[in-house]
């Protein structure tokens, strides 16, 4: 049998990590301000998180949603107190396009209709529900689209005031645009979707799988604007590499015995994973070090020439380049030994742990200066 070709790669072959750094299988050292698309939150191989894995590995690795898991409560309490969500529920899955089609699904549970309001280069997932509503036909098979859908222009309030009515189930969208090249959603559009769905009834779905878990600078995207969504999911950082997702859900909503479920979510081994990484979020201040450490990054790249325009919040960056991104990605990996991502053919993406240090950031700076000098 051989792997089916989807993706695209680079002749890498990382064998250890630690922090902000990975070492490949010729003990060649990376910096590494991609996090693995967003998912390594408190740095690779944190003492802590390894410590608590193999632990709860010795003692029970899984087993399934029908005993106690108290790991389950912990995680809950620990997330509520966070991200000053205490009333809000948890539903825990596996990854973040399940995340989103739990929401999309308890939103059309609640209140009973179909249309679902998405916006333009939004990304969600690829399941069913969750690619229907992603912006990209390419990723799309026909039996995906689904005429439920209405794909408004992003950051437009005129366009979110007239489509939104009693018709309307859910508006699903990112505070911070991720795959969509790290576009942020203003607080006036974020307050319009608000106010809109309190009017009609329509449920507003935060998908913060990029954007959440303490990257923009607050714990949540959508604090900085001042809203509360009724339902957010959340996913990548949240297990700092083990998979797990989940959406909180506003007290509005009331469970029902089988109205959702699944296998995996909410097992022993991911429990413990998200619980050791919201410790050590807690613990090393990482909400607020995402805040300063990415203001650092920002105010720096201002000086840059070459850059057309700089986008994000905290240490989810966008740096959108005059020239196309992919030399410059390439020759930062492969003679400056950085990785970083790329969002479309202009605008590279940091995402690295939130744990990076100005002094790892400096490292990059001068990386990028060299590499522009050059490309
Ligand atoms: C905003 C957003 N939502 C959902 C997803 C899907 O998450 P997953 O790949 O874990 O299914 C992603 C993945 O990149 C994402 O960026």
């Not at 997932?125 to 209405?150: E, L, M, Y």
């Not at 979707?193 to 779905?205: E, L, M, S, V, Y």
């Not at 001042?226 to 909503?253: C, E, H, Q, R, Y």
Request: aromatic share 10%; with cysteine.
């Amino acid at each position: 049998m051989t792997l089916f070709n989807v993706y695209p790669l680079y002749d890498i072959e990382p064998v250890r990590a630690q922090g902000s750094y990975l070492w490949d299988k010729n003990g060649q050292q990376y910096l590494d301000l991609y996090g693995g698309h967003a998912v390594i939150s408190i740095g690779h191989t944190h003492p802590v998180y390894v410590r608590r894995l193999t632990q709860q590995l010795k003692n029970i690795g899984f087993y399934s949603n029908s005993v106690k898991i108290p790991s389950q409560e912990e995680l809950a309490d620990k997330l509520g107190k966070i991200s000053g969500l205490k009333d809000y529920y948890l539903f825990l899955v596996n990854s973040g396009a399940e995340a989103n089609e739990n929401a999309l699904k308890l939103a059309s549970f609640y209140n009973g209709r179909k249309k679902i309001i998405a916006f333009s280069k939004g990304f969600h997932g690829r399941t069913s529900a969750a690619v229907a509503v992603t912006d990209n036909p390419a990723i799309k098979a026909p039996i995906n689209f689904d005429d439920h859908v209405q794909i408004l222009p992003f950051n437009d309030v005129e366009a979110v005031k007239r489509a939104i009515d009693t018709d309307t189930c859910a508006v699903i969208v990112e505070g911070i645009q991720g795959v969509g090249g790290i576009q942020v959603a203003s607080d006036e559009f974020l307050k319009t979707i608000r106010k809109a769905c309190d009017k009609t009834g329509a449920i507003f779905i935060h998908d913060s799988v990029q954007c959440g878990y303490g990257r923009s600078g607050k714990f949540f995207s959508f604090q900085h604007s001042g809203v509360k969504p009724d339902i957010i999911s959340t996913a990548k950082g949240m297990g700092n590499g083990f998979p797990i997702g989940s959406i909180l859900i506003s007290p509005k909503f009331q469970a029902k015995h089988g109205m959702l479920g699944t296998t995996f979510g909410g097992n022993h081994l991911a429990c413990t994973a998200a619980n050791a990484v919201l410790d050590v979020i807690k613990k090393e201040k990482l909400v607020q070090n995402a805040a300063t450490v990415g203001d650092y990054l920002f105010e720096n790249l201002k000086g840059f020439s070459g850059i057309k325009e700089l986008r994000g919040k905290g240490l989810m960056i966008g740096i959108e380049f005059e020239q196309p991104v992919e030399p410059i990605r390439n020759a930062l990996l492969f003679d400056q030994k950085i990785f970083t991502g790329v969002a479309g053919k202009h605008t590279m993406r940091l995402l690295p742990s939130l744990a990076l240090t100005t002094k790892e950031a400096d490292i990059f700076l001068d990386a990028l200066k060299k590499v522009l000098a050059k490309v």
